[in-house]
């Protein structure tokens, strides 16, 4: 079974400061990870993404991952926060096998301070 | 180039009624998932359509049961409403099942309110 666990329902941030998302993940086999934002009354839009190529992942927006298999975690970061990442921000895993789905976890909400 | 396409935006729906969410895929995508998002919490998946068929569906009663057309595009049955069924439901589409290392792309939701 696959699971994702998020640490933090919301993370408050100053303009220009980092950006420390946390996710941690459980899987019998080698995960696919995401990260997705969503923006208020919008769907999912795909951040980035860990397909067991390299371990730091880059994505959109200036945002970057890093898969690290011993601590069964896929944070988030950005090195300087901007007033427009103020969003909701979901942690999913998968298995890449044929009948597959996307396990979300329960969002971080970021607010970004001026 | 279009991404995935979903109709109504809003709905208000009574306990009891049925109602139907519809679904277009982005070009070239072929396999359509559906996924219930409650408010405050992280999108759950209802079920997956490739091929016409359903192929895996997840923890969700009969009441929800759905449709995949010839030309890839899907639609989300839901029967005798309860309240609880208010949520925000995402459909996301993909090149082929198991391709999930692409990365779904997700429509922006039908919002459903049952009162």
């Known amino acids: 079974a696959q699971s994702v666990t998020q640490l933090g329902s919301h993370v408050s941030v100053s303009e220009g400061a980092l950006v420390l998302l946390r996710c941690n993940y459980s899987?019998?086999?080698?995960?696919?990870l995401f990260w997705y934002v969503q923006y208020p009354n919008q769907g999912l839009q795909l951040l980035l993404k860990y397909t067991s190529a390299a371990t730091l992942v880059k994505g959109i927006n200036g945002f970057e991952a890093e898969f690290k298999k011993s601590e069964t975690s896929f944070h988030l970061t950005k090195p300087s926060a901007h007033m427009s990442d103020a969003a909701e921000y979901f942690c999913?895993?998968?298995?890449?096998?044929?009948?597959?789905?996307?396990?979300f976890g329960t969002g971080t909400r970021l607010q970004v301070f001026p | 180039d279009a991404g995935v396409t979903q109709s109504p935006t809003h709905l208000i729906k009574t306990r009891g009624q049925q109602v139907t969410l519809r679904c277009s895929p982005k070009?070239?995508?072929?396999?359509v998932s559906w996924y219930q998002q409650a408010l405050g919490q992280g999108p759950q998946f209802i079920f997956q359509y490739y091929e016409e068929e359903e192929r895996q569906r997840g923890n969700f009663p009969d009441r929800f049961s759905g449709h995949q057309f010839p030309n890839y595009s899907s639609e989300l049955n839901v029967n005798a409403l309860l309240l609880g069924d208010s949520a925000l439901y995402l459909c996301?589409?993909?090149?082929?099942?198991?391709?999930?290392?692409?990365?779904?792309?997700f429509g922006s939701g039908t919002r459903l309110t049952v009162v």
């Open positions: 070009s070239g995508h072929d396999t």
């Open positions: 996301a589409s993909s090149p082929e099942p198991g391709q999930t290392r692409y990365g779904y792309t």
């Open positions: 899987s019998s086999v080698p995960p696919y």
């Open positions: 999913a895993v998968g298995r890449g096998q044929r009948t597959d789905k996307l396990i």
